[in-house]
Nanobody, 123 residues
Framework: QVQLVESGGGLVQAGGSLKLSCAAS????????VGWFRQAPGKEREFVAAISWSGGTAYYDDSKRGRFTISRDNAKNTVYLQMNSLKFEDTAVYYC????????????????WGQGTQVTVSS
């Protein structure tokens, strides 16, 4: 069992930046791919980014590539999502999730989830 806790959300103006953190406890991240997803009110949960266990491979939704950067520090059991040039439409609850095996764009493939952190971008 992996427990995940997100932090770093908040209110930011359009064009600003935020860095989200996802800290693991319980069984460690060992071998786990970690993904970030987001869900805006009235919309389905969508893939944002994912990173391999080694951190050597990152995957992005095309619309976030270049603005968002995912990274991980396995010594700290933490995965980060740096978000730059934020837009109003980035407003959502952001979740991190973990799974053993290859990265996947589908939220249904991730068994472990955090509680989410709210990101609000004001226009």
């Amino acid at each position: 069992q992996v427990q995940l806790v997100e932090s770093g959300g908040g209110l930011v103006q359009a064009g600003g930046s935020l860095k989200l953190s996802c800290a693991a406890s319980g069984r460690t991240f060992s071998g786990n791919v970690v993904g970030w997803f987001r869900q805006a009110p009235g919309k389905e949960r969508e893939f944002v980014a994912a990173i391999s266990w080694s951190g050597g491979t990152a995957y992005y939704d095309d619309s976030k590539r270049g603005r968002f950067t995912i990274s991980r520090d396995n010594a700290k059991n933490t995965v980060y999502l740096q978000m730059n040039s934020l837009k109003f439409e980035d407003t959502a609850v952001y979740y991190c999730a973990a799974r053993l095996g290859p990265a996947d764009y589908s939220s249904t493939r991730y068994p472990y989830w955090g509680q989410g952190t709210q990101v609000t971008v004001s226009s």
